[in-house]
C-alpha cells in the first residue's frame, strides 16, 4: 500500500466524522483545482485518478462508520 493510503486508513481507523469530512473537502478542492486548468499533465491526470480512489474509500467509511453506529455495532 502506498503512503496516501496508509494514512486514509489510520484516519479512517481514529477520525471523527468531522475529520474525515474535511478530509473529503480537501480532496474535492484539489480535484476542482485540477479541473480548472486548460490542460492536464500525466502528472494532473495521474493525481485526479489518485485523488478519485482516495474519495470513494473516504465516503465508503464515513457511510459505514454512520451505519455502525445507527445500528448500535
Do not use: T
Amino acid at each position: 500500500m502506498n503512503d496516501d493510503v496508509e494514512k486514509v486508513h489510520s484516519m479512517i481507523r481514529h477520525a471523527c466524522d468531522h475529520s474525515i469530512l474535511e478530509n473529503i473537502q480537501s480532496l474535492v478542492n484539489e480535484e476542482q483545482r485540477l479541473y480548472r486548468r486548460e490542460q492536464l499533465s500525466d502528472h494532473d491526470r495521474r493525481r485526479l485518478e489518485e485523488i478519485q480512489v482516495k474519495l470513494d474509500q473516504c465516503w465508503e467509511w464515513l457511510h459505514r462508520r454512520r451505519a455502525f453506529r445507527e445500528f448500535g455495532l
